[in-house]
């Protein structure tokens, strides 16, 4: 049997065996008969290169509206996943067509148009054998069928036979072929052994790894019992620009919104930790992505609540949710698991925030997150920090004071007076610490000194304090109410027990958001056009509906197909001379063995026998081209029957292209 029709069944097998895998079978088995039935055709066609071009431009189409139907209408699959599964239909066009063309060589520069073809140079395309492509279109067929994941079982046998008709097709019909099967079924049955092994050893690495590869891929959420600083720290910092995330916020908002990931009580050369304090798990609440943290105040959803939505640019399948004060319940969040403990850290888990969620908080109310009553840690003072605090609270004026309210206002207009916020670190020798060469030398450093020196001397006046990470809302967006937060400005602050409640108080001077986007490079204007951009979209692509995001592609689809019949049958102009040309050089051409034209195969021949003894008539030119040790030139000569013996002759391109590659071959002689 013909190669290229033995290939032909293999693919229909394929496809057949996609369909019954994908569930589309029915509408498959038309295509695989058009496939079967090819040896069997009484038709022999030649299909024209512009042919190809335009089905070439119909499998884009299809990849096209496949690629905005996997993207914004199903949700059932990842898109490289969905759209890996449904590939076949893609190219099944250009299949159908292949399958009935006579000819038994291909070369892809069909695809090219005149003007493309004569770009790429006089470099002949080899050509290679149809059987070829159309196996190479049977394992892509194997790897869609593949990503489905009903009736694994069977999968890998089936994948084994079809390998093995492959292999069978390739191979010699003479020689030794009993060794070869022999290595094709160790190394079956090795495949189907590691396949099962690794699946063993995903499943069991997934169930008792699985917190430890999370840590491992996302140390943004490693451990946030540990927090290092940039205390101590020499030289200038350089802040980045990245927007981590939006805000919006619902009423009026006094800047800037503080949203904390977590905070400290335990200070030592240079890092902040949490004492021990596990994490327990947050019932849901409904509906579906709903999660209380606790129960408001007065002032709660009816009476002052306040609604703030985050929008992420940056996800993690696990991370410290950034939260205002008094949170107390969260909407729109769809993850697997929500944690928190005791000094406020809301931590998910096994899965991202993908679309917007919201919390509700209620501000001049107790903090619902941190439970229970300060401590003996939130009294501690390292020693190496103890001359430098008692010295600055001395300064300070502070001595004698009772009142926590005021030795919160007379310290915080203290700092305003005394102290610069800054980015430019100095060296600090000479001093015990970092710490003390800010309050007693330098007097100026970023947000982690302030928090930090006023953690311990608030300690000093006998005020239980801690120190807290996170994020400072300021910067307005275009969008109304909205608000961007970019890495410069995670923040450190204070929060102080008075009153029988924790409380947050931030000492930084407020110029700091200044300073640090002056640090801004010349550049971030257009990589903030392009995240709004981005931002926009995700905007439009989550708030509406299914139906309304399968509109937007059909519309973008038919779009696309009046551009394509614009573009291809209906030139004018341009379009319309090439036309007149093709018919002008149908006339050169003439009908079938007029041999009123010479071929421009013709100089090879000429050239050939000025070299080498002239063709005997009688020998065929091709025998005579292989006795002349020219194998090169067996793709020209299939030109040259067509020349001469097609009935429909050569089209303009084809004529421009068959020339070109006559002359780039005597030029290279």
């Known amino acids: ?60 189409v299809i990849a096209v509206l496949l690629g905005g139907w996997a993207w914004f209408v199903q949700q059932d699959e990842l898109f490289v996943m969905a759209l890996l599964r449904l590939s076949p239909l893609i190219w099944m066009p250009m299949v159908l067509v292949m399958a009935a063309d006579s000819r038994t ?94 699946s063993l050893l995903q499943r069991s690495l997934m169930e008792t790894l699985s917190d430890e590869l999370a840590e491992w891929f996302y140390p943004h959420s490693v451990d946030v019992t540990h927090r290092r600083t940039d205390i101590g720290e020499v030289g200038r910092l350089k802040m980045s620009g990245r927007i981590l995330f939006r805000v919006h916020y619902e009423g009026p908002l006094v800047l800037p919104l503080l949203l904390r990931e977590s905070s400290y009580n335990i200070y030592y050369d240079g890092g902040w930790s949490q004492a021990p304090a596990p994490f327990v798990t947050i019932p849901p609440d409904a509906p579906v992505g709903a999660w ?56 998910y888990r096994n899965g991202p925030p993908p679309t917007p969620w919201t919390m509700i908080h209620s501000p001049g109310n107790l903090d619902p997150l941190q439970e229970g009553t300060a401590e003996k840690l939130d009294l501690q003072i390292p020693d190496v920090e103890r001359k430098g605090i008692d010295l600055t609270f001395q300064e300070a004026g502070l001595q004698g004071i009772t009142s926590s309210e005021e030795i919160i206002r007379k310290w915080n207009e203290f700092v305003r007076r005394r102290f610069t916020y800054s980015l430019d670190l100095t060296d600090p020798a000479g001093f015990d610490s970092p ?5 007693l030398s330098s007097r100026r450093g970023h947000c982690e000194y302030f928090a930090t020196a006023s953690v311990l001397l608030l300690r000093r006046a006998g005020i239980p304090a801690r120190y807290v990470f996170g994020y400072a809302v300021s910067e307005p967006d275009r969008q109304s109410q909205w608000y961007r937060v970019r890495e410069r400005d995670a923040h450190a602050w204070t929060v102080v027990f008075v ?8 000492f930084t001077p407020p110029d700091w958001r200044r300073a640090e986007a002056m640090e801004a490079p010349l550049w971030q204007g257009v990589v903030d056009g392009w995240s709004t951009l981005s931002f926009l979209f995700s ?63 013709v100089a090879i021949v000429k050239h050939l026998e000025q070299n080498a003894a002239p063709r005997i008539p009688s020998v065929p030119l091709s025998q005579w081209i292989l006795e002349q040790q020219h194998p090169d030139l067996m793709p020209l000569l299939q030109w040259h029957y067509r020349w001469r013996f097609d009935p429909q002759g050569l089209d303009a391109g084809e004529i421009l292209y068959f020339t070109q590659a006559v002359d780039a071959w005597l030029t290279k002689q």
């Open 105 to 198: 060589l291909w070369a892809p520069d069909r695809f090219l148009s005149d003007r493309n073809r004569a770009a790429t140079g006089d470099e002949v395309v080899p050509e290679r054998p149809m059987a070829l492509w159309f196996d190479f279109f049977s394992l892509a067929t194997l790897l869609a069928a593949g990503v489905v994941l009903e009736n694994r079982s069977w999968f890998f046998p089936v994948l084994v036979g079809f390998m093995a008709v492959l292999l069978w097709s390739w191979c010699p019909r003479h020689g030794r072929r009993g060794f070869g099967w022999f290595l094709f079924a160790v190394a079956a049955c090795s495949g189907y052994l590691v396949q099962g092994g690794l």
């Open 292 to 347: 209380m943290l606790g129960t408001p105040g007065t002032g709660g959803a009816d009476s002052g609540g306040r609604r703030v939505t985050i929008h992420h640019s940056v996800t993690r399948d696990q991370g410290i949710l950034a939260l205002p004060f008094q949170a107390y319940r969260i909407e729109g969040l769809e993850v697997a698991m929500l944690e928190k403990n005791r000094f406020g850290s809301v931590r």
């Open 1 to 60: 049997m013909n190669a290229k029709y033995r290939s032909l069944w293999v693919l229909g097998g394929a496809l057949l065996f996609w369909g019954w895998r994908s569930g589309g079978v029915g509408w498959v088995v038309p295509v695989a008969g058009w496939l079967f039935v090819q040896p069997l055709s009484p038709w022999r066609i030649l299909w024209s290169d512009v042919l190809y071009q335009r089905i070439l431009g119909v499998c884009g």
């Open 435 to 439: 710490l003390s060469h800010f309050l």
């Open 499 to 506: 009153n029988g409640a924790w409380r947050s108080v931030d």
């Open 539 to 601: 905007q439009w692509s989550q708030g509406a509906s299914r139906e309304v995001r399968l509109g937007w592609v059909v519309v973008g689809f038919l779009g696309l197909m009046i551009y394509v019949y614009l573009r291809l049958f209906r030139q004018k102009g341009k379009g319309h001379d090439h036309s007149q040309v093709m018919r002008r050089d149908k006339q050169v051409v003439g009908m079938v063995g007029s041999g009123d034209a010479d071929s421009p195969f």
